[in-house]
């Protein structure tokens, strides 16, 4: 299956953005449904946005609608997160997830579908 590794974390001020990037390895990445979910201090993990195989469909959350922004390049085996005009709420750890699916233009925003997970990167957004 596919290793999935984040970067592009750290500390930001209030309206601030960073992007944050999730290189994968081992199998081929096209064939993945690939989302990010966030876990914030002390609540559950949740959804942030989510990209079909083909980038044709996306899902955002409604808390980040707006502000955030999905891509992949899967010529470079690579998911982006865009984000603009952070928030302190927006703190949290960032999972990159894959989800391997036939269908090229499903982008799916439960967890329990999603097989591989990367670590995490740390996303701190200071008021």
């Known amino acids: 299956q596919v290793r999935l590794v984040e970067s592009g974390g750290g500390l930001v001020q209030a309206g601030g953005a960073l992007r944050l990037s999730c290189a994968a390895s081992?199998?081929?990445?096209?064939?993945?449904?690939m989302a990010w979910f966030r876990q914030a201090p002390g609540k559950e993990r949740e959804f942030v946005t989510a990209?079909?195989?083909?980038?044709?469909?996306?899902r955002y959350s409604d808390s980040v609608k707006g502000r955030f922004t999905i891509s992949r390049d899967n010529g470079k085996s690579s998911l982006y997160l865009q984000m603009n005009s952070l928030k302190p709420e927006d703190t949290a750890v960032y999972y990159c997830?894959?989800?391997?699916?036939?269908?090229?233009?499903?982008?799916?925003?439960?967890?329990?579908?999603?097989?591989?997970w990367g670590q995490g990167t740390q996303v701190t957004v200071s008021s």
């Open positions: 081992g199998r081929t990445f096209g064939n993945y449904a």
């Open positions: 997830a894959a989800d391997f699916i036939t269908r090229s233009d499903y982008a799916p925003a439960g967890q329990n579908e999603y097989d591989v």
């Open positions: 990209i079909s195989r083909n980038s044709g469909t996306t």
